[in-house]
């Protein structure tokens, strides 16, 4: 059995390391998971964007979650917002979807227009 | 529907989130003796009033105003009873709320319990306000993870840390499988 002897290690090691506030979060991710997000599949998106984030260091980046935004029939559905630009709202997404946003939309600035609701053909 | 039972678990447990718990205890019991698995969700956030807990397993019923269902409950309650199990909830206001679902182990009607490991991991590093006890007991071998105690060992350093999460992932998923035995429910 794994046991908090080995926490206390991780603890020691983290010391003297400094976290940024959460203030400097300026980008945000957020994943629906109510009902109807989590029976589409957002559990694994939620843990793919929290891990991609961190192992590409992404420390402005904020991973969130929210409830039902009203848009079941799209779920999964991750929004992201970056200062100065409009919301985008990504739909139907899994795990190699989120990758792709995390590689482009996150890290390079290009929205995945393909993935975007706006590409369902639904109204703004 | 869901696909496995820890969904339904991670779903319902929004709820207690939602109602303001500031302590949320889960547990699995797997017995195969008696051939069942019992999943309990407790809190102790706001309650519900007993005219809420009347309709609180009606699917036409809930409180959100983004859309007119509420599935989550009513989703859980099924999954156990489709099996031959039932399915219980208690709430007093003020006090909290507890969720008691119990599944035939063998019913070829139960759905696989799932990555309860990920449910688990999702609710304590995103709600890192709120202490969250799991017990996962399969016949006589079991484990526990109170965040209270990890908080404890912490100090001050929060539980989202990505080397924090790691620990957490890894002290599920390797003391799930010991209780397991090289077996999957």
């Given at each position: 059995m794994k046991t908090l002897a080995e926490l206390q290690a991780i603890k020691e090691k983290m010391q003297g390391q400094v976290n940024l506030r959460d203030?400097?979060?300026?980008v945000r991710v957020v994943v629906g998971m109510a009902t109807c997000g989590i029976a589409a599949g957002a559990r694994p998106v939620l843990q793919a964007f929290s891990d991609l984030v961190q192992a590409n260091n992404l420390k402005d980046v904020s991973v969130t979650q929210t409830g039902c935004?009203?848009?079941?029939?799209?779920?999964p559905i991750v929004e992201i917002t970056r200062p100065g630009e409009e919301k985008v709202t990504y739909i139907n997404m899994d795990a190699g979807k989120a990758k792709e946003v995390v590689e482009r939309?996150?890290?390079?600035?290009?929205?995945?227009a393909d993935y975007t609701i706006n590409s369902s053909g639904m109204a703004k | 529907m869901m696909t496995e039972l820890s969904l339904n678990v991670l779903d319902v447990a929004q709820n207690s989130v939602k109602a303001g718990a500031g302590l949320i205890e889960i547990s699995v019991v797997i017995d195969t003796a008696e051939d069942s698995m019992v999943i309990e969700i407790d809190d102790d956030g706001c309650g519900m009033s007993g005219e809420q807990l009347a309709k609180v397993?009606?699917?036409?019923?809930?409180?959100?105003?983004?859309?007119?269902?509420?599935?989550g409950v009513s989703f859980f309650k099924q999954a156990a009873e489709m099996t031959g199990g039932g399915f219980e909830i208690t709430s007093e206001v003020g006090k909290g709320t507890k969720v008691k679902a119990v599944f035939?182990?063998?019913?070829?009607?139960r759905l696989p319990l799932g990555d309860m490991g990920s449910t688990v991991e999702t609710l304590v590093v995103y709600n890192a306000g709120i202490d969250f006890i799991y017990r996962y007991r399969v016949d006589e071998a079991e484990f526990a993870l109170s965040t209270a105690e990890m908080k404890e060992v912490l100090?001050?350093?929060?539980?989202?840390?990505p080397e924090v999460v790691g620990y957490i992932r890894e002290f599920l998923e390797e003391n799930t499988n010991e209780c397991n035995k090289g077996k999957i429910y």
């Amino acid at each position: 059995m794994k046991t908090l002897a080995e926490l206390q290690a991780i603890k020691e090691k983290m010391q003297g390391q400094v976290n940024l506030r959460d203030d400097d979060k300026s980008v945000r991710v957020v994943v629906g998971m109510a009902t109807c997000g989590i029976a589409a599949g957002a559990r694994p998106v939620l843990q793919a964007f929290s891990d991609l984030v961190q192992a590409n260091n992404l420390k402005d980046v904020s991973v969130t979650q929210t409830g039902c935004i009203g848009l079941c029939q799209y779920e999964p559905i991750v929004e992201i917002t970056r200062p100065g630009e409009e919301k985008v709202t990504y739909i139907n997404m899994d795990a190699g979807k989120a990758k792709e946003v995390v590689e482009r939309h996150l890290m390079r600035g290009v929205v995945m227009a393909d993935y975007t609701i706006n590409s369902s053909g639904m109204a703004k | 529907m869901m696909t496995e039972l820890s969904l339904n678990v991670l779903d319902v447990a929004q709820n207690s989130v939602k109602a303001g718990a500031g302590l949320i205890e889960i547990s699995v019991v797997i017995d195969t003796a008696e051939d069942s698995m019992v999943i309990e969700i407790d809190d102790d956030g706001c309650g519900m009033s007993g005219e809420q807990l009347a309709k609180v397993t009606d699917p036409f019923y809930t409180t959100r105003e983004t859309r007119s269902v509420g599935l989550g409950v009513s989703f859980f309650k099924q999954a156990a009873e489709m099996t031959g199990g039932g399915f219980e909830i208690t709430s007093e206001v003020g006090k909290g709320t507890k969720v008691k679902a119990v599944f035939v182990l063998s019913s070829i009607d139960r759905l696989p319990l799932g990555d309860m490991g990920s449910t688990v991991e999702t609710l304590v590093v995103y709600n890192a306000g709120i202490d969250f006890i799991y017990r996962y007991r399969v016949d006589e071998a079991e484990f526990a993870l109170s965040t209270a105690e990890m908080k404890e060992v912490l100090g001050g350093a929060p539980l989202n840390a990505p080397e924090v999460v790691g620990y957490i992932r890894e002290f599920l998923e390797e003391n799930t499988n010991e209780c397991n035995k090289g077996k999957i429910y």
